[in-house]
Protein backbone atom coordinates (compact mmCIF):
# COMPACT_ATOMS: atom_id res chain seq x y z
CA UNK A 1 0.00 0.00 0.00
CA UNK A 2 1.66 3.58 -1.18
CA UNK A 3 2.12 5.79 1.88
CA UNK A 4 2.67 9.34 1.60
CA UNK A 5 -0.24 10.09 -1.39
CA UNK A 6 -1.69 13.67 -1.52
CA UNK A 7 -5.63 12.84 -1.34
CA UNK A 8 -8.15 15.82 -2.76
CA UNK A 9 -11.60 15.40 -1.41
CA UNK A 10 -14.74 17.70 -2.47
CA UNK A 11 -18.44 18.02 -1.55
CA UNK A 12 -20.52 18.46 -3.98
CA UNK A 13 -24.49 19.28 -4.81
CA UNK A 14 -27.13 19.79 -2.63
CA UNK A 15 -25.45 20.18 1.07
CA UNK A 16 -26.87 17.62 3.77
CA UNK A 17 -25.94 16.39 7.67
CA UNK A 18 -23.36 14.54 7.81
CA UNK A 19 -20.95 15.90 5.17
CA UNK A 20 -18.22 16.72 7.86
CA UNK A 21 -18.52 13.85 9.57
CA UNK A 22 -17.14 12.44 5.99
CA UNK A 23 -14.41 14.75 5.94
CA UNK A 24 -13.36 14.42 9.25
CA UNK A 25 -13.13 10.59 9.14
CA UNK A 26 -11.21 10.91 5.91
CA UNK A 27 -8.72 13.54 7.38
CA UNK A 28 -8.12 11.70 10.77
CA UNK A 29 -7.25 7.95 9.02
CA UNK A 30 -6.19 9.33 6.68
CA UNK A 31 -3.29 11.51 8.47
CA UNK A 32 -3.14 9.19 11.16
CA UNK A 33 -3.04 5.87 9.86
CA UNK A 34 -2.14 6.36 6.33
CA UNK A 35 0.49 9.47 6.55
CA UNK A 36 -1.15 10.80 3.62
CA UNK A 37 -1.64 14.33 2.79
CA UNK A 38 -4.96 15.40 2.91
CA UNK A 39 -6.24 19.11 0.36
CA UNK A 40 -9.43 19.92 0.23
CA UNK A 41 -11.19 21.50 -2.63
CA UNK A 42 -13.78 24.25 -2.12
CA UNK A 43 -17.34 24.61 -3.65
CA UNK A 44 -17.80 21.41 -5.78
CA UNK A 45 -16.30 20.42 -9.22
CA UNK A 46 -15.54 24.02 -9.15
CA UNK A 47 -12.55 23.65 -6.68
CA UNK A 48 -10.40 21.49 -8.51
CA UNK A 49 -11.83 23.51 -12.14
CA UNK A 50 -10.67 26.95 -10.68
CA UNK A 51 -8.05 25.61 -8.32
CA UNK A 52 -10.09 26.47 -5.18
CA UNK A 53 -8.21 24.39 -2.56
CA UNK A 54 -7.98 24.40 1.34
CA UNK A 55 -5.71 22.05 3.09
CA UNK A 56 -7.61 20.03 5.48
CA UNK A 57 -5.56 19.32 8.92
CA UNK A 58 -5.98 17.64 12.02
CA UNK A 59 -6.87 20.46 13.88
CA UNK A 60 -9.60 21.65 10.65
CA UNK A 61 -12.05 18.78 11.67
CA UNK A 62 -11.68 18.55 15.17
CA UNK A 63 -15.08 20.05 15.95
CA UNK A 64 -16.92 19.46 13.35
CA UNK A 65 -18.64 16.22 13.73
CA UNK A 66 -21.76 17.61 14.96
CA UNK A 67 -21.77 20.49 12.75
CA UNK A 68 -24.18 20.38 9.66
CA UNK A 69 -24.06 21.78 6.00
CA UNK A 70 -20.21 21.22 5.03
CA UNK A 71 -16.88 22.79 5.87
CA UNK A 72 -15.64 22.85 2.04
CA UNK A 73 -18.74 24.19 0.69
CA UNK A 74 -20.70 23.32 -2.09
CA UNK A 75 -21.69 24.11 -5.57
CA UNK A 76 -23.63 22.44 -8.46
CA UNK A 77 -20.83 23.26 -10.96
CA UNK A 78 -20.44 20.64 -13.87
CA UNK A 79 -16.70 20.79 -15.32
CA UNK A 80 -18.26 18.41 -18.42
CA UNK A 81 -19.84 22.25 -18.84
CA UNK A 82 -17.27 24.26 -18.32
CA UNK A 83 -15.27 25.43 -21.41
CA UNK A 84 -12.05 22.89 -20.76
CA UNK A 85 -13.43 22.01 -17.73
CA UNK A 86 -11.64 18.73 -17.46
CA UNK A 87 -8.07 19.84 -18.98
CA UNK A 88 -8.67 22.72 -16.52
CA UNK A 89 -9.51 20.30 -13.75
CA UNK A 90 -6.65 17.66 -14.45
CA UNK A 91 -4.23 20.81 -14.19
CA UNK A 92 -5.27 21.94 -11.13
CA UNK A 93 -4.50 18.33 -9.78
CA UNK A 94 -1.17 17.60 -11.49
CA UNK A 95 -0.51 21.51 -9.77
CA UNK A 96 -1.07 20.49 -6.83
CA UNK A 97 0.61 17.05 -6.61
CA UNK A 98 -2.53 15.29 -6.11
CA UNK A 99 -2.60 11.67 -6.46
CA UNK A 100 -6.42 10.65 -6.33
CA UNK A 101 -9.52 12.17 -5.32
CA UNK A 102 -12.34 11.26 -3.02
CA UNK A 103 -15.94 12.99 -4.15
CA UNK A 104 -18.61 13.24 -1.48
CA UNK A 105 -22.17 13.62 -3.43
CA UNK A 106 -25.61 12.31 -5.04
CA UNK A 107 -26.29 10.97 -9.03
CA UNK A 108 -24.78 14.43 -10.37
CA UNK A 109 -21.50 14.34 -7.88
CA UNK A 110 -20.76 11.06 -8.31
CA UNK A 111 -22.05 10.81 -12.10
CA UNK A 112 -19.21 13.15 -12.69
CA UNK A 113 -16.89 11.24 -11.26
CA UNK A 114 -17.70 8.11 -12.79
CA UNK A 115 -16.85 9.50 -16.00
CA UNK A 116 -13.64 11.55 -14.93
CA UNK A 117 -12.86 7.32 -14.31
CA UNK A 118 -12.82 7.00 -17.84
CA UNK A 119 -10.87 9.93 -18.24
CA UNK A 120 -7.93 9.13 -16.28
CA UNK A 121 -8.87 10.13 -12.95
CA UNK A 122 -8.44 8.50 -10.17
CA UNK A 123 -11.72 8.49 -8.12
CA UNK A 124 -13.77 7.11 -5.01
CA UNK A 125 -17.11 8.00 -4.25
CA UNK A 126 -18.89 8.84 -0.85
CA UNK A 127 -23.24 8.86 -1.61
CA UNK A 128 -24.77 11.56 -0.11
CA UNK A 129 -28.03 12.62 -0.47
CA UNK A 130 -31.06 13.37 1.15
CA UNK A 131 -33.55 11.81 -0.58
CA UNK A 132 -32.17 8.05 -0.38
CA UNK A 133 -32.51 7.98 -3.83
CA UNK A 134 -28.86 6.74 -5.04
CA UNK A 135 -28.98 3.11 -5.71
CA UNK A 136 -26.26 0.61 -4.90
CA UNK A 137 -26.04 1.63 -1.01
CA UNK A 138 -29.25 0.53 1.23
CA UNK A 139 -29.29 3.94 2.80
CA UNK A 140 -27.41 7.34 2.47
CA UNK A 141 -26.39 9.69 5.25
CA UNK A 142 -28.57 12.76 5.71
CA UNK A 143 -31.71 10.95 5.03
CA UNK A 144 -32.01 10.19 8.42
CA UNK A 145 -31.69 13.74 9.31
CA UNK A 146 -34.30 14.60 6.95
CA UNK A 147 -36.80 12.09 8.15
CA UNK A 148 -36.65 13.42 11.39
CA UNK A 149 -36.52 17.24 10.62
CA UNK A 150 -40.13 16.04 8.44
CA UNK A 151 -41.63 14.22 11.49
CA UNK A 152 -40.73 16.68 14.08
CA UNK A 153 -42.73 19.59 11.35
CA UNK A 154 -45.31 16.94 11.39
CA UNK A 155 -45.86 16.73 15.11
CA UNK A 156 -46.16 20.12 15.51
CA UNK A 157 -48.07 20.81 12.86
CA UNK A 158 -50.70 18.61 13.94
CA UNK A 159 -51.90 20.03 17.10
CA UNK A 160 -52.27 23.79 15.10
CA UNK A 161 -54.57 21.67 12.54
CA UNK A 162 -56.67 19.83 15.38
CA UNK A 163 -57.18 23.75 16.95
CA UNK A 164 -58.21 25.24 13.87
CA UNK A 165 -59.79 22.09 12.36
CA UNK A 166 -57.88 22.65 9.09
CA UNK A 167 -56.32 20.76 6.52
CA UNK A 168 -52.60 21.37 6.55
CA UNK A 169 -50.33 19.53 3.74
CA UNK A 170 -47.07 19.14 4.60
CA UNK A 171 -44.87 19.25 1.12
CA UNK A 172 -41.19 17.76 1.66
CA UNK A 173 -38.03 17.50 -0.18
CA UNK A 174 -37.70 14.23 -3.43
CA UNK A 175 -37.92 15.03 -7.21
CA UNK A 176 -37.82 11.98 -8.36
CA UNK A 177 -38.07 9.47 -5.06
CA UNK A 178 -40.50 10.25 -1.95
CA UNK A 179 -38.80 8.34 0.45
CA UNK A 180 -38.84 11.21 2.79
CA UNK A 181 -42.70 11.48 2.39
CA UNK A 182 -43.43 7.85 3.01
CA UNK A 183 -41.21 8.06 5.95
CA UNK A 184 -41.77 10.64 7.82
CA UNK A 185 -45.55 10.49 7.08
CA UNK A 186 -45.47 7.36 8.31
CA UNK A 187 -43.64 8.14 11.80
CA UNK A 188 -45.78 11.03 12.23
CA UNK A 189 -49.00 9.49 11.32
CA UNK A 190 -49.86 11.31 8.40
CA UNK A 191 -53.45 10.36 7.05
CA UNK A 192 -52.27 10.96 3.39
CA UNK A 193 -48.94 10.36 2.02
CA UNK A 194 -48.29 11.31 -1.51
CA UNK A 195 -45.10 10.44 -3.56
CA UNK A 196 -43.54 11.02 -7.38
CA UNK A 197 -43.67 7.58 -8.01
CA UNK A 198 -47.63 7.10 -7.71
CA UNK A 199 -49.59 9.52 -9.43
CA UNK A 200 -52.26 10.56 -7.37
CA UNK A 201 -56.53 11.58 -7.47
CA UNK A 202 -57.33 14.80 -6.02
CA UNK A 203 -60.48 13.38 -5.40
CA UNK A 204 -59.68 10.57 -3.70
CA UNK A 205 -57.21 12.61 -1.71
CA UNK A 206 -60.12 14.79 -1.09
CA UNK A 207 -62.32 11.56 0.39
CA UNK A 208 -59.38 10.70 2.61
CA UNK A 209 -60.07 14.52 3.82
CA UNK A 210 -63.72 14.34 4.47
CA UNK A 211 -63.38 10.78 6.36
CA UNK A 212 -61.05 12.74 8.75
CA UNK A 213 -62.79 15.26 9.48
CA UNK A 214 -65.86 13.15 9.90
CA UNK A 215 -64.28 11.92 12.73
CA UNK A 216 -63.73 14.79 14.13
CA UNK A 217 -59.58 15.06 13.56
CA UNK A 218 -57.96 17.00 11.36
CA UNK A 219 -56.25 15.50 8.20
CA UNK A 220 -52.42 16.14 7.46
CA UNK A 221 -51.27 15.28 4.26
CA UNK A 222 -47.94 14.62 3.21
CA UNK A 223 -46.14 15.52 -0.37
CA UNK A 224 -43.26 15.22 -2.01
CA UNK A 225 -42.38 18.44 -4.08
CA UNK A 226 -42.05 16.05 -7.13
CA UNK A 227 -45.76 14.19 -6.89
CA UNK A 228 -48.12 14.25 -9.85
CA UNK A 229 -51.74 14.76 -9.92
CA UNK A 230 -53.33 12.28 -12.29
CA UNK A 231 -52.80 13.32 -15.76
CA UNK A 232 -50.94 16.57 -13.95
CA UNK A 233 -47.82 17.25 -14.46
CA UNK A 234 -44.78 18.60 -11.81
CA UNK A 235 -45.11 21.75 -10.01
CA UNK A 236 -42.03 24.21 -11.15
CA UNK A 237 -40.75 27.49 -8.95
CA UNK A 238 -39.01 28.65 -12.31
CA UNK A 239 -38.17 27.61 -15.81
CA UNK A 240 -34.39 27.67 -15.02
CA UNK A 241 -32.13 24.83 -14.99
CA UNK A 242 -28.23 24.11 -13.23
CA UNK A 243 -25.95 22.66 -15.02
CA UNK A 244 -26.94 19.11 -14.49
CA UNK A 245 -30.26 20.33 -16.42
CA UNK A 246 -32.37 19.77 -13.25
CA UNK A 247 -35.30 22.25 -12.79
CA UNK A 248 -36.52 23.97 -9.47
CA UNK A 249 -39.80 21.67 -8.49
CA UNK A 250 -41.93 23.44 -5.67
CA UNK A 251 -45.50 24.68 -5.38
CA UNK A 252 -47.55 21.15 -5.16
CA UNK A 253 -48.28 21.95 -1.97
CA UNK A 254 -49.96 25.01 -2.05
CA UNK A 255 -51.76 23.77 -5.08
CA UNK A 256 -53.36 20.97 -3.37
CA UNK A 257 -54.09 22.75 -0.16
CA UNK A 258 -56.27 24.81 -2.67
CA UNK A 259 -57.86 22.07 -4.53
CA UNK A 260 -58.71 20.28 -1.32
CA UNK A 261 -60.66 23.76 -0.12
CA UNK A 262 -62.45 23.78 -3.08
CA UNK A 263 -63.66 20.88 -3.49
CA UNK A 264 -64.57 20.19 0.23
CA UNK A 265 -64.74 23.76 1.56
CA UNK A 266 -62.80 22.95 4.78
CA UNK A 267 -60.02 25.12 5.61
CA UNK A 268 -56.74 24.30 4.43
CA UNK A 269 -53.26 25.50 4.74
CA UNK A 270 -49.95 24.30 2.99
CA UNK A 271 -46.58 24.11 4.76
CA UNK A 272 -43.08 23.65 2.61
CA UNK A 273 -40.18 22.36 4.74
CA UNK A 274 -37.75 23.32 1.73
CA UNK A 275 -34.27 23.29 2.63
CA UNK A 276 -34.76 23.18 6.72
CA UNK A 277 -34.72 19.37 5.72
CA UNK A 278 -31.37 19.96 5.30
CA UNK A 279 -29.98 22.07 7.91
CA UNK A 280 -28.75 21.45 11.24
CA UNK A 281 -27.35 18.98 13.37
CA UNK A 282 -27.00 15.24 11.99
CA UNK A 283 -28.58 12.84 13.53
CA UNK A 284 -26.31 9.92 15.57
CA UNK A 285 -27.05 7.35 12.70
CA UNK A 286 -26.07 9.70 10.10
CA UNK A 287 -22.80 11.04 12.29
CA UNK A 288 -22.17 7.34 12.42
CA UNK A 289 -22.73 6.09 8.75
CA UNK A 290 -21.17 9.07 7.22
CA UNK A 291 -17.85 8.09 9.70
CA UNK A 292 -17.92 4.62 8.60
CA UNK A 293 -18.50 6.00 4.90
CA UNK A 294 -15.65 8.20 5.51
CA UNK A 295 -12.72 5.59 7.10
CA UNK A 296 -13.63 3.23 4.10
CA UNK A 297 -13.38 5.73 1.53
CA UNK A 298 -9.89 6.52 2.32
CA UNK A 299 -8.62 2.72 2.62
CA UNK A 300 -9.90 2.59 -0.82
CA UNK A 301 -7.84 5.47 -1.78
CA UNK A 302 -4.88 3.97 -0.37
CA UNK A 303 -5.64 0.58 -1.87
CA UNK A 304 -5.47 1.99 -5.31
CA UNK A 305 -9.31 0.81 -5.67
CA UNK A 306 -10.37 3.58 -7.77
CA UNK A 307 -13.73 4.06 -9.47
CA UNK A 308 -15.74 2.62 -6.62
CA UNK A 309 -18.06 3.97 -4.50
CA UNK A 310 -18.80 2.42 -1.14
CA UNK A 311 -21.99 1.36 0.11
CA UNK A 312 -23.94 0.31 2.85
CA UNK A 313 -25.32 -3.71 2.11
CA UNK A 314 -27.35 -4.43 5.19
CA UNK A 315 -24.90 -3.66 8.02
CA UNK A 316 -21.99 -3.67 5.92
CA UNK A 317 -19.85 -1.07 4.54
CA UNK A 318 -19.01 -2.43 0.72
CA UNK A 319 -16.89 -0.81 -2.47
CA UNK A 320 -19.18 -1.19 -5.81
CA UNK A 321 -18.82 0.06 -9.18
CA UNK A 322 -19.63 4.07 -9.89
CA UNK A 323 -21.34 2.92 -12.79
CA UNK A 324 -23.77 0.67 -10.62
CA UNK A 325 -24.34 3.84 -8.36
CA UNK A 326 -25.22 5.89 -10.91
CA UNK A 327 -27.25 3.70 -13.22
CA UNK A 328 -30.73 4.39 -12.11
CA UNK A 329 -32.34 6.00 -9.39
CA UNK A 330 -33.40 4.01 -6.40
CA UNK A 331 -37.33 5.39 -6.23
CA UNK A 332 -39.98 3.60 -3.78
CA UNK A 333 -41.41 0.37 -4.71
CA UNK A 334 -44.96 0.57 -5.20
CA UNK A 335 -45.84 -2.74 -3.29
CA UNK A 336 -44.41 -0.38 -0.37
CA UNK A 337 -46.64 2.15 -0.61
CA UNK A 338 -49.42 0.24 -1.15
CA UNK A 339 -48.92 -0.64 2.34
CA UNK A 340 -48.78 2.59 3.72
CA UNK A 341 -52.35 2.95 2.12
CA UNK A 342 -54.24 0.88 3.93
CA UNK A 343 -53.62 3.65 7.12
CA UNK A 344 -54.91 6.18 5.08
CA UNK A 345 -57.76 8.35 5.81
Not at 31 to 55: A, C, D, K
Not at 236 to 247: P, S
Not at 318 to 345: H, I, M, N, Q
Request: with cysteine; glycine share 12%.
Amino acid sequence: MPAGMRVGVLTGGGDCPGLNAVLRAVTRKGISVHQHEILGFRNGWRGPVEGLTTPLTLDKVEEVLNRGGTILGSSRTNPYKVDEGIAKLKATLEANRVDALIAIGGEDTLGVAEQLTHDGVPVVGVPKTIDNDLDATDYTFGFDTAVHIATDAIDRLRTTAESHHRALVVEVMGRHAGWIALHSGLAGGANVILVPEQPFSVEKVCTWVEQRFERQYAPIIVVAEGAVPEGGKELLLTGEKDAFGHVRLGGVGTWLAEEIAARTGKESRAVVLGHVQRGGTPTAYDRVLATRFGLHAIDAITEGDYGKMVALRGTDIVRVPLSDATASLKTVPLERYAEAEVLFG
